[in-house]
Nanobody
Framework: QVQLVESGGGLVQAGGSLTLSCAASRRTFDNYAMGWFRQAPDMGREFVAAITGNGGTTYSSASEKRRFTISRDNAKNTVYLQTNSLKPEDAAVYYC?????????????????WGQGTQVTVSS
């Protein structure tokens, strides 16, 4: 069982930045790929970025690749999402998730464990 707790969301003006964090409970954290997803009201959950267990490979959605960066610190059991140049359309609940097969690719179905999410609100 893996428990994931996101933090770092909040209200930011358009053009601003936030760093989202996700802390994992399990000591074998570095065996898992980690992903960030987001879900806006009345929309499906969409892939944002993912990173493999050793941090050697990252994947990002085409639309956010230039503005969002995923990273991890395995010593702290934490994965981060640096979000820059935020737009009102980036507003959503952001979720982190663990892929115990360490694939770290987009499909939601690959991810076994999910956090509760952190809200990001962007004012125009």
């Amino acid at each position: 069982q893996v428990q994931l707790v996101e933090s770092g969301g909040g209200l930011v003006q358009a053009g601003g930045s936030l760093t989202l964090s996700c802390a994992a409970s399990r000591r074998t954290f570095d065996n898992y790929a980690m992903g960030w997803f987001r879900q806006a009201p009345d929309m499906g959950r969409e892939f944002v970025a993912a990173i493999t267990g050793n941090g050697g490979t990252t994947y990002s959605s085409a639309s956010e690749k230039r503005r969002f960066t995923i990273s991890r610190d395995n010593a702290k059991n934490t994965v981060y999402l640096q979000t820059n140049s935020l737009k009102p359309e980036d507003a959503a609940v952001y979720y982190c998730a663990a892929d115990t097969l360490n694939m770290g690719t987009p499909p939601l179905s690959r991810y076994n464990y999910w956090g509760q999410g952190t809200q990001v609100t962007v004012s125009s």
